[in-house]
T-cell receptor, first 116, second 117 residues
């Protein structure tokens, strides 16, 4: 079952603007990860935030996590045309025994288009 | 795409035929995964393996089979029982056990696109 749900489904912005994508999930998580996929390619890991963390930064990326609302957001600042891609959140759900067994659940993704 | 290779890049299947997709990794990862991605959709887990000679069904295992005889290799067979096999197939791997902070980060291959003739 797909637990991660991204919003919006598509986002179109101009270069230099910020892009914000949101993710919601339904059950307890061990961590939540964000991945990027260029058209027709494999996924690339961007950032991982643990359930006991609230915010994390990596270069132009900022991820927040609100476990009480079961939601996360990915902010890309000063977007570039090269940021054009699909972005997926992937919650690592907690299973019996408190582990996630490495299983991730992916949503449908947000298609980001950055116009030069 | 890291140290994971998938072959072939494109694969054509005839009616009633079994086809096997290859996935090899040189990252010394214990865990490996197979996902299916349909157009405009997210990834759905087909099978995963936490260790050699062991694997578990994911959310959409029907019509697929796997083996894990070597740590480096996790081939996926799309059987004739899979009536709608056209999709983009992605293989991934991750560290397992006490691998550190990012042990659950998955590293993906470039994918195989399967088409039905």
């Amino acid at each position: 079952s797909q637990q991660g749900e991204e919003d919006p489904q598509a986002l179109s912005i101009q270069e230099g603007e910020n892009a914000t994508m949101n993710c919601s999930y339904k059950t307890s998580i061990n961590n939540l990860q964000w991945y990027r996929q260029n058209s027709g390619r494999g996924l690339v890991h961007l950032i991982l935030i643990r359930s006991n963390e609230r915010e994390k930064h990596s270069g132009r990326l900022r991820v927040t996590l609100d476990t009480s609302k079961k939601s996360s957001s990915l902010l890309i600042t000063a977007s570039r045309a090269a940021d054009t891609a699909s972005y997926f959140c992937a919650p690592a759900l907690i299973y019996a025994g408190g582990t996630s067994y490495g299983k991730l659940t992916f949503g449908q993704g947000t298609i980001l288009t950055v116009h030069p | 795409d890291g140290g994971i290779t998938q072959s072939p890049k494109y694969l054509f299947r005839k009616e009633g035929q079994n086809v096997t997709l290859s996935c090899e990794q040189n990252l010394n990862h214990d865990a490996m995964y197979w996902y299916r991605q349909d157009p405009g959709q997210g990834l759905r887990l087909i099978y995963y393996s936490q260790i050699v000679n062991d694997f578990q069904k994911g959310d959409i295992a029907e019509g697929y089979s796997v083996s894990r005889e070597k740590k480096e290799s996790f081939p996926l067979t799309v059987t004739s029982a899979q009536k709608n096999p056209t999709a983009f197939y992605l293989c991934a791997s991750s560290m397992n056990g006490a691998g550190g902070l990012h042990k659950e980060t998955q590293y993906f291959g470039p994918g195989t696109r399967l088409l039905v003739l």
